[in-house]
């Protein structure tokens, strides 16, 4: 734990004891103006924690509306009045290892929503509205800048699960926020109808590459390998990356959000023996224990095993040419190529159907037409086996 943390959690521990379910003996008051000195390296990161709260939820895909005013679905989750009323306090509340699943989610939405909410009354917006329904009823907490802590009422009709409103503020920076910080992770993360989350390949190729190929432009396809813990789980995958870095990178993302993006020869973590490549690149997803600001992966054993574990893989990656500029990229294999190579297969073996029937046919346009479509078929099916 931070010095951060822990000078934090002690001032808050003089205003109350630590009880059962994790939470703090005092009040959300109290709780509020501690939150006031520890607040988000970036205040419009708050919406990457609304998106970590959905993710921990269950809830896909996690959809940000394209227009204003901001509202976004967090799940079935079902929280009472007394939750509601305490919501700053569960921003230091302690997730018990021993405790059940359940508690642990609900624990952890809890909590960046706290931070999140704190986060979001340093902007100013109208109003902040958080909405929960579920068979006992439902309830709407409203809080503004100057009713900070909110007011509850009963609302009879909600729609069931829980979400979050923002209202009166632009929110364009938080957008932007979630398409780049997003993109690495594998659930499915929108704005509006739009995917921006790619997945690790993310990584390797940039949406410089993307819209390119959009276009039906010729443009690299990322392809990576899984990363295995010392156990032989998969914990992330790894590639070379076609986009501009001068550092090996280790990419840690969290509940669909890249947390932290740490350099590989960072000598904080130790010497390195071996000179890695420029090129290399690992994404792993995990929760690991994060300072206050949630900007930055707390330093510690579990960080400096995960560091060692990828420079390790990163070492014994045999090096391979790369492009001196993006014009020179190669293509890469992408993982569904077994999937390519049989539709095009498939066109053809039609492809060639078509040319014996126009020859025995004597039909020129034809003979021409179906020769035309074999000879790129073949190139294309011979680019699918090519490797970087």
């Known amino acids: 734990m931070s010095e951060t943390t822990r000078d934090l959690i002690a001032e808050l521990e003089q205003g109350g004891e630590l009880v059962d379910d994790g939470a703090f003996s005092i009040d959300a008051g109290q709780a509020l103006v501690k939150l006031r000195d520890y607040q988000l390296a970036d205040p419009h990161a708050w919406i990457l924690l609304v998106v970590e709260a959905a993710a921990t939820a269950g809830v896909e895909p996690i959809v940000i509306p394209g227009e204003d005013p901001l509202r976004v679905e967090l799940g079935a989750l079902e929280l009472d009045a007394a ?6 306090v569960w921003a230091f509340a302690k997730r018990d290892a021993a405790s059940d699943p359940a508690t642990r989610q609900r624990t952890r939405v809890l909590e960046l929503l706290a931070l999140a909410c704190n986060a979001l009354l340093g902007l100013r917006p109208d109003a902040i509205v958080i909405e929960s329904a579920g068979a006992s009823g439902g309830l709407r907490l409203r809080m503004t800048p100057a009713q900070p802590l909110g007011t509850i009422e009963a609302i009879a009709d909600l729609q069931p699960g829980t979400r979050l409103c923002v209202e009166g503020l632009a929110c364009a920076a938080e ?15 929108r704005i509006a109808a739009e995917r921006v989350s790619r997945g690790p390949a993310g990584a390797i190729v940039d949406a410089t590459f993307e819209a390119q190929r959009e276009k039906g432009g010729f443009a690299p396809v ?11 789980f998969v914990i992330g995958r790894f590639g070379r990356s076609y986009q501009v870095s001068p550092h090996p990178l280790l990419h840690i993302v969290t509940k669909g959000v890249t947390i932290e993006s740490i350099d590989l020869r960072d000598e904080s973590f130790g010497k390195l023996d071996v000179e890695l490549d420029d090129h290399f690149v690992a994404v792993v997803d995990r929760d690991l224990p994060r300072d206050i600001s949630q900007a930055r992966v707390r330093r510690g054993p579990e960080l400096a095993a995960l560091v060692a574990l990828v420079r390790k893989v990163a070492e014994h990656e045999p090096r391979a040419l790369q492009p001196m500029s993006r014009l020179d990229a190669p293509e890469l294999v992408s993982d569904d190529s077994e999937t390519a190579r049989g539709s095009l297969t498939g066109a053809l073996a039609l492809g060639a159907f078509v040319w ?5 046919a004597e039909s020129v346009p034809w003979l021409i037409g179906s020769s035309v479509f074999v000879v790129v078929g073949i ?3 011979v680019r699918t086996y090519r490797r970087p």
């Open 379 to 381: 190139v294309a099916l």
């Open 83 to 88: 939750q509601l009323e305490q919501l700053f």
């Open 222 to 232: 990322g392809r990576t390998k899984p990363l295995h813990d010392a156990e032989g």
């Open 356 to 360: 014996v029937m126009s020859a025995a």
């Open 175 to 189: 957008r932007e926020l979630v398409r780049t910080r997003c993109r690495l992770t594998t659930l499915d993360v």
